[in-house]
């Protein structure tokens, strides 16, 4: 039986980083950054007006209340057409460039908002009001840097410098394919015996929480039509992700269809719930195979595929945090097997507390919606004791 270190690293070798690729802006959120954001220009480029009112020397309003003549009106997006002359003022709107001989920006509240001429009740010093050229960046300097995780803020950003296309590594495509002839879609119709697709709604889910963009695919148990399913994937796939078909004999459906195909493996993993998984690829595509427990599958996904999905995407942070908290019951935990555990987390720093849910080892879907955290029981723990400490992977 491999440890669940032993069967991590193996999915974090079946996949590299996607390749880097240009992208417009509106494709790139959520992206990561694959080179630096480099300052080509200053940004802004000249002085600019910070608010609505009059350019004015510092000079000319050093005596208040003063009248000042009113030569020119200036708006965002003109370029400089005309000076100041000494003694006047030049209307202008937030964010217009601030004309040759203006070094203030008098606000419309500190006059009588004049056209003609204009009554300033207020002095302010030189520089008052005024955006600096090269205050939000100087050419050459390096504004954002490689690994950045692309946000709305960042984007506006990029806008700023008139950037349209950014090199990133691009968002992960995954498939994720439910495997059994007992599954149906949630709100068709069932037959006795049937039930709905949880896992393949549920791993999407966490697939695009993870910033992956995800394809979902049902399939029954016929081995020829999962087979020609997995093949048609491959297309658009940059990971496969499966969950059931995972059993022993005849409902074994997933090794025997995936073993011809490429370089697969599966292992009983000392991890609980949950035990055989598999991993590989197919030609460049890797491959990962989780149970069909729904509380099994999350528990390998958040253990196994996000880790993966994260490299894929070059991030650099690969794990989710864990803090010690002390557990509010009891229970017994299988020899040998590391579990994974529902909990609710609350407190503070160095006094956490873990509240086990469900009626724990029967615990699934209602706890595991409730839960924002995973307690983890090592190995070689077999009971743990009320208010034991345990380490807990924060889910949230």
């Known amino acids: 039986m491999r440890s669940v270190g032993e069967h991590l690293n193996l999915c974090l070798l079946a996949a590299e980083p996607l390749p880097e690729l240009a992208v417009p802006l509106e494709d790139a959120v959520d992206c990561v950054l694959a080179v630096d954001i480099v300052a080509q220009v200053a940004l802004p480029e000249t002085n600019r007006a910070g608010v609505d009112g009059y350019a004015v020397a510092a000079a000319a309003i050093a005596q208040t209340p003063t009248k000042l003549p009113v030569t020119a009106e200036m708006v965002a997006g003109d370029t400089p057409w005309a000076a100041l002359v000494a003694g006047t003022a030049i209307r202008i709107a937030s964010g217009a460039p601030l004309p040759p001989g203006a070094d203030t920006v008098v606000p419309l509240e500190a006059t009588d908002m004049g056209i003609s001429t204009v009554e300033i009740s207020q002095t302010f010093p030189r520089g008052a009001l005024v955006i600096p050229e090269g205050i939000d960046a100087q050419p050459g300097e390096i504004l954002l840097p490689a690994g950045e995780r692309l ?226 029981v090592p190995e070689d723990v077999t009971t743990v004791a009320p208010e034991a400490m345990l380490h807990c992977m924060v889910l949230e």
């Open 151 to 376: 946000d709305a803020k960042k984007i506006a950003l990029l806008s700023a410098l008139g950037l349209s296309r950014v090199t990133v590594h691009p968002r992960v495509r995954v498939v994720v394919i439910s495997i059994g002839d007992e599954l149906v879609e949630p709100g068709a119709h069932r037959e006795e015996g049937q039930i709905c697709d949880a896992n393949g709604h549920s791993l999407a889910a966490a697939c695009q929480e993870s910033d992956a963009k995800t394809f979902r695919v049902l399939v029954g148990d016929d081995r020829a039509k999962l087979r020609e399913t997995i093949e048609d994937q491959l297309v658009r796939a940059d990971l496969i992700l499966t969950t059931g078909g995972l059993s022993y004999g005849s409902a074994d459906t997933v090794k025997e269809v995936l073993a011809p195909l490429g370089q697969m493996r599966f292992d009983n993993v000392a991890i609980a719930p949950g035990r055989q998984l598999g991993v590989g690829k197919i030609g460049e595509v890797p491959v990962y195979c989780l149970p069909g427990n729904p509380l099994a599958a999350q528990v390998a996904f958040e253990t196994f595929i996000r880790p993966v999905l994260r490299k894929m995407a070059g991030r650099s942070g690969l794990y989710r945090a864990s803090v010690p908290a002390a557990m509010s019951q009891g229970w017994n935990s299988p020899r040998g097997r590391r579990e994974f555990v529902p909990v609710l987390l609350t407190g503070n720093p160095g006094h956490y507390r873990g509240e086990v849910l469900g009626r724990h080892p029967q615990a699934r879907l209602a706890a595991l919606a409730r839960a924002n955290a995973f307690a983890v």
